[in-house]
T-cell receptor, first 112, second 114 residues
Framework: DAKTTQPNSMESNEEEPVHLPCNHSTISGTDYIHWYRQLPSQGPEYVIH???SNVNNRMASLAIAEDRKSSTLILHRATLRDAAVYYC?????????????FGAGTRLAVHP | SQTIHQWPATLVQPVGSPLSLECTVE??????LYWYRQAAGRGLQLLFYSVGIGQISSEVPQNLSASRPQDRQFILSSKKLLLSDSGFYLC?????????????FGPGTRLTVL
């Protein structure tokens, strides 16, 4: 299974933009790139996903490299509630089900 | 709207005791269901998935088992718990269709085996 590599931790100040990088050099042509985040003692929460083109939603933006070997999750204005572990995940359909392979993620700290 | 429930929220069990964790989904039909485990400070590990009633696939060999007796009910069990079974257990569902659809996670069960 293709894997992702993320920094263990990052820090940001409130109201500033945050760029969370992810490397996925072994991505295959049909793998989607998903981002989830997890607050302490809660289940993961979907953030955004994409295949080839950059994506925007109300939570964040996803910038995907042209060769798809890396991507960046962009939080435009970090808030204290954005402090969480962010997971970059490659999603594939295998045997009729959607398989998500979680790595260790990036722990984001947001300072007031 | 769809909701996913897990219970109990927390559980403390002695080594060698049995386990039963339950997950139910409301507001959808024929979902794909998943059980994940998260050890302290780690990412999620997929344990089991199910595409329909009575259909269970295992990702990792272990002393746990899963069952799906009803369309929207998924149960994780063990006959004899090990210390290494401690962790945060998460149930998730996926509506199917394309890979762009997200997985929805439940609130989790924190299991401590002593």
């Amino acid at each position: 299974d293709a894997k992702t590599t993320q920094p263990n931790s990052m820090e940001s100040n409130e109201e500033e933009p945050v760029h969370l990088p992810c490397n996925h050099s072994t991505i295959s042509g049909t793998d989607y790139i998903h981002w989830y985040r997890q607050l302490p003692s809660q289940g993961p929460e979907y953030v955004i996903h994409g295949l080839t083109s950059n994506v925007n939603n109300r939570m964040a933006s996803l910038a995907i490299a042209e060769d798809r070997k890396s991507s960046t999750l962009i939080l435009h204005r970090a808030t204290l509630r954005d402090a969480a572990v962010y997971y970059c995940i490659l999603s594939k359909i295998s045997g009729g089900y959607n398989k998500l392979i979680f790595g260790a993620g990036t722990r984001l700290a947001v300072h007031p | 709207s769809q909701t996913i429930h897990q219970w109990p929220a927390t559980l403390v069990q002695p080594v060698g005791s049995p386990l039963s964790l339950e997950c139910t989904v409301e507001g959808t039909s024929n979902p794909n269901l998943y059980w994940y485990r998260q050890a302290a400070g780690r990412g999620l590990q997929l344990l089991f998935y199910s595409v329909g009633i009575g259909q269970i696939s295992s990702e990792v060999p272990q002393n746990l088992s899963a069952s799906r007796p009803q369309d929207r009910q998924f149960i994780l069990s063990s006959k004899k718990l090990l210390l290494s079974d401690s962790g945060f257990y998460l149930c998730a569902w996926w509506p199917g269709g394309g890979q762009g659809n997200e997985q929805f996670f439940g609130p989790g069960t924190r299991l401590t085996v002593l």
